[in-house]
Structures are given as C-alpha cells and as structure tokens.
C-alpha cells in the first residue's frame, strides 16, 4: 500500500509540474511577437524595444542589395503572419508596396512619421553648382533619372540620426498600444536603447570631427543624412543609379574631376 501511494504521489508531482511547464509555454507564446521588416538597418533599431521572446524576420537579408530585389513566396509567408511589418516606404524598399497594402497586420512606415526630417535627392557626379547640369556622356539616362526622382526625398531614412529617433519613440508608442500589459518593459527598454544612441552620436560626432572637412566621393549616394548630422564634406557619388553600372566614359570623366577636385578618398 505505502508503495502504491508513494507512486501515485511521484506521478501526481510529475503530472503538476508538466502542466505548469505548459502553461508556462503557452503564457509565453501568447504575448510573443513577431515582427518582419524590409531591410536589416530597421531591425537594429527596433530589437532593443522588444523581449527575449519576440521574433524579428528581415526580408532583404544582410548584405543583398534592396535595388532589384523581389518578393519570395517564403517572404510573403512571412508577412502574412507577421503582427507587425516595419518598413521604409520609399524607393529602396519599394518591392514591398503592393504586398503590404494587402496585409491586415499593423504596419510603420518610416516614411509616414509626423516628425520626419528629409532631404533631397542629389544626383550623381560632383555635388556642387554644376551638379544640376548633366554631362554630355549619359545624358539620356541621367535625365530619365532625374525626372523620377526630382520630387522624391532621399530614400536612406534610417541614416539619420533623428528620424532613427522618430521611428523607434513610434513603433514603442505602438507596441504599448496593443500590448499593454507589457507597457512597462517598452517604455524601460525604449529609454536606454535612446541613451545608448545618445551616446553613440555624441562619440561618432567627436570622432569625426578631425575629418570632417576632408573631401571624399561614394559609390553611390546613401549617407547624405549621415553627412548631413555630422557636417562631412561628402563631394559627389559615382552611380546615379544603383541598378546601372556607370559607363566607361563617365567613369573616366570622373576620374578627373577627382584628380582636379582634390578629394582625398573614394
């Protein structure tokens, strides 16, 4: 009998104990997120608001260019299922536009921000008073691509450091919005990941100041806000358009604009 009932109370203990593992596990699923969005700058700004639990899938994977990219069917599986889907809404992640307007999960698009801080886009060449004038080299081509993008702000949002700012005091606002039993962890995670890249700035900023009147040329031109915020004498940018290889003579005539300019680095 006594071994009986101690076999029981083994069994019972094991069965209490395997429920609370499981209601642990479901507790946990319940209040997990899962957020997609367009390419990885995106992710690391948003990441530190979230928990260990929640779940951040990125569609342009790091290191692959956003210019010409599409859609999978493994990542329209993944928006479909996302809670959340944070993106850009300009030309460099314009391959998720008709996708998105289809979802029914929330959406943050960087470019819809109240707050938000643009600039123009500048074309390719030597930014100075001639850069509006085409060279002869290119010119049809340089003048389709100007009459696209002659209305349009420059698309590299997150290289700077206010509208970064912007979209994460946004999409934290969001996130204590539908879950607000976990309003408490979003705001404390939101303060320190904005302390962080306070202190961030204020170091790249101090470094930078040594060369901050160097000029130097880009490939292409994605860091006129990152210029913009720390006063550096970026000069011109070699493609115009990213999807198109300069031509041969352009590059030649650059070369020495380059040499005739005096930049120091490309």
Request: glycine share 4%; net charge neutral.
């Amino acid at each position: 009998m006594n071994i009986l009932s101690s076999f029981l109370n083994k069994v019972r203990k094991e069965f209490v104990i395997a429920v609370l593992v499981l209601f642990g596990l479901m507790t946990t699923n319940v209040f997990a997120i899962n957020v997609t969005v367009s390419i990885p700058p995106l992710a690391g700004m948003i990441a530190p608001i979230l928990g260990a639990d929640d779940r951040i899938d990125i569609l342009l994977k790091p290191g692959a260019s956003p210019h010409g990219f599409q859609l999978k069917p493994s990542n329209l599986r993944t928006l479909q299922q996302a809670d959340f889907v944070v993106w850009l809404d300009t030309p460099v992640d314009q391959w998720l536009t008709k996708s998105v307007h289809n979802l029914k999960s929330n959406q943050l698009a960087m470019n819809s921000l109240p707050g938000l801080k643009t600039l123009p886009v500048r074309e390719g060449g030597l930014w100075d008073k001639s850069a509006h004038h085409h060279e002869n080299e290119d010119h049809e081509n340089e003048e389709h691509e100007h009459e696209i993008h002659a209305n349009q702000p420059d698309g590299h949002l997150w290289m700077s450091y206010e509208n970064s700012v912007e979209l994460i005091k946004a999409f934290s606002r969001i996130l204590q919005k539908n879950y607000p039993e976990r309003a408490s962890e979003f705001q404390s995670n939101t303060q320190a990941w904005l302390i962080k890249l306070q202190l961030a700035d204020e170091k790249v900023k101090q470094k930078l100041s040594t060369v901050k009147n160097e000029p130097y040329m880009v490939l292409h031109d994605a860091f006129q806000y990152f210029e913009h915020r720390y006063q550096l004498n970026g000069v011109g940018s070699i493609q115009l358009n990213p999807s198109v290889a300069p031509s041969l003579k352009r590059v030649q005539s650059l070369r020495q604009k380059i040499k005739n300019s005096e930049i120091r680095c490309v």
